[in-house]
T-cell receptor, first 115, second 115 residues
Framework: AQSVTQPDIHITVSEGASLELRCNYSYGATPYLFWYVQSPGQGLQLLLKYFSGDTLVQGIKGFEAEFKRSQSSFNLRKPSVHWSDAAEYFCAVGAGGTSYGKLTFGQGTILTVHP | DTAVSQTPKYLVTQMGNDKSIKCEQN?????MYWYKQDSKKFLKIMFS???????INETVPNRFSPKSPDKAHLNLHINSLELGDSAVYFC??????????????FGNGTRLTVT
């Protein structure tokens, strides 16, 4: 069975500082990986996805993530955080075939940005 | 606006009542989903419909009954509501024909509170 672990429940950074949110997954086949962001009272917005190919993927809002198969990780990064990035971030792994769309989510990481 | 929209945004009701949540997407997608986010922000898939056909049915009490009148709509009816049903319910859609290149698009959620 697939699973996702986000080791950090809450991260606080200063505006302008760099950011890395950790995500580790467990999946028996080639993983399809996603990062979503959820602002308070809002739905989940897709930041980026990885299916195959280049292991460094670029997303919206200046985010990027790197897939490392040897470490079973898909960490999210941003070189300079803006106050508007404060939100909750979810990593997810997806299945293919008949289970397409069945995403398994991590427990989320809350990002607080100090001015 | 192109989006996944769900109504109502908030739903407060008493135990034992029956309630429905509606979802509509105008993205032209062929697959729709219901996800449940519990009080710890843990997201888990409940159902998925592809062109009005149920394709994913997780271990959900049969008090929950999804209905898809057409591929743009997926409603969720809940009978005999219990305290443990309190959660945020997210509708999502994707284009299964495109395959994994089509990620899930989420609505803004319906916060259900059972008293």
């Amino acid at each position: 069975a697939q699973s996702v672990t986000q080791p950090d429940i809450h991260i606080t950074v200063s505006e302008g500082a760099s950011l890395e949110l950790r995500c580790n997954y467990s999946y028996g086949a080639t993983p399809y990986l996603f990062w979503y962001v959820q602002s308070p009272g809002q739905g989940l917005q897709l930041l980026l996805k990885y299916f195959s190919g280049d292991t460094l993927v670029q997303g919206i809002k200046g985010f990027e993530a790197e897939f490392k198969r040897s470490q079973s990780s898909f960490n999210l990064r941003k070189p300079s955080v803006h106050w508007s990035d404060a939100a909750e971030y979810f990593c997810a792994v997806g299945a293919g075939g008949t289970s397409y769309g069945k995403l398994t989510f991590g427990q989320g990481t809350i990002l607080t940005v100090h001015p | 606006d192109t989006a996944v929209s769900q109504t109502p945004k908030y739903l407060v009701t008493q135990m034992g009542n029956d309630k429905s949540i509606k979802c509509e997407q105008n993205l032209g997608h062929d697959t729709m989903y219901w996800y449940k986010q519990d009080s710890k922000k843990f997201l888990k898939i409940m159902f998925s419909y592809n062109n009005k056909e149920l394709i994913i049915n997780e271990t959900v009490p049969n008090r929950f009954s999804p209905k898809s009148p057409d591929k743009a709509h997926l409603n969720l009816h809940i009978n005999s509501l219990e305290l443990g049903d309190s959660a945020v319910y997210f509708c999502a859609s994707s284009n299964r024909r495109v395959g994994l290149g089509s990620p899930l698009h989420f609505g803004n959620g319906t916060r259900l509170t059972v008293t």
